[in-house]
């Protein structure tokens, strides 16, 4: 039957190294035997030692890209990434508003993993007053999970309170990330809150590595890929954990410096 494949879209930019960003989301919705289609909203110039250029996309053409699948393709679920600015945050939300592309991974590309903030003030206000509450799922790291909820996590307390306050946004499901930066650590944990109520923590192991690059990426399109799949939330919030954590943990020699995770072991793990 026509369009009967899952189809999955990620909204992204487009990382030339391959590592991170849109090329990150495509290689899992691959790796998760989903077709990828993809709605660029920039182009980023970089490799692994670093970002030295970025161009956004015009909104005129994003809305093109949009008005291109909505003819032609059957998205069951979509994923967005890094969003400039506000303008382009207002201008995903619109098209998303209007289209039919299923449930919707948020992964609020506000900090680095590292701490760093990405997003100027008001487009970080932008997204969390007007695409946080049209997320399905929420996906952010430590840092962000701290920036949106506005609160230190010293405890796992804390982190239970701080997604409770993202699904009061209008998150129906959070999924928030662990801390990678303690010492000594054994093992990487994140608080899940379901829609329903439910809510548990999954811990995989630490891996000390410098190959990481795209791993926020990774996990967002993991559990996109399975909702456009038809996989229950729960257990697609599961997979995409240990996805990443596979990936990560069987390094691939790319690049001089900060390498990517290797989606291809990911893909031969059994689920």
């Known amino acids: 039957m026509l369009n009967s494949f899952p189809q999955a879209l990620t909204i992204a930019g487009s990382d030339s190294d391959g590592s991170a960003g849109m090329q990150a989301d ?12 993809s709605v660029i909203t920039a182009c980023v110039a970089g490799n692994s030692y670093g970002i030295h250029a970025s161009v956004p996309m015009p909104t005129n053409f994003i809305d ?12 069951r679920a979509a994923k967005t990434g890094m969003l400039a600015d506000s303008e382009l945050i207002e201008d995903v939300v619109k098209n998303y508003q209007a289209a039919d592309f299923g449930p919707l991974v948020v992964d609020p590309v506000i900090m680095t993993k590292h701490g760093n903030q990405l997003l100027e003030e008001s487009a970080f206000n932008t997204l969390r007053t007007k695409l946080i509450p049209l997320a399905t799922v929420l996906t952010p790291n430590f840092y962000e999970v701290q920036k949106i909820a506005e609160m230190t996590i010293t405890s796992d307390d804390d982190m239970v309170a701080a997604a409770k306050k993202m699904q009061a946004m209008g998150a129906k499901n959070v999924v928030a990330k ?30 000390e590595t410098d190959r990481v690059n795209g791993t926020g990426d990774s996990l967002s399109a993991c559990i996109t890929a399975e909702l456009a799949k038809g996989t229950p939330m729960k257990a697609a919030i599961e997979i995409a954990k240990q996805f990443v954590n596979t990936a990560i943990g069987s390094p691939i020699e790319v690049g001089h410096k900060f390498g990517p995770i290797n989606h291809w072991a990911a893909q031969q793990r059994e689920y």
């Open 178 to 207: 662990g801390s990678h930066a303690e010492t000594n650590q054994q093992n990487v944990r994140d608080y899940v809150l379901l829609e329903s109520g439910e809510s548990f923590w999954l811990s995989e192991p630490y891996h």
């Open 26 to 37: 495509l290689h899992t919705f691959f790796a998760r035997n989903v077709y990828g289609a």
């Open 64 to 75: 093109q890209e949009f008005a291109d699948l909505a003819d032609d393709y059957h998205i």
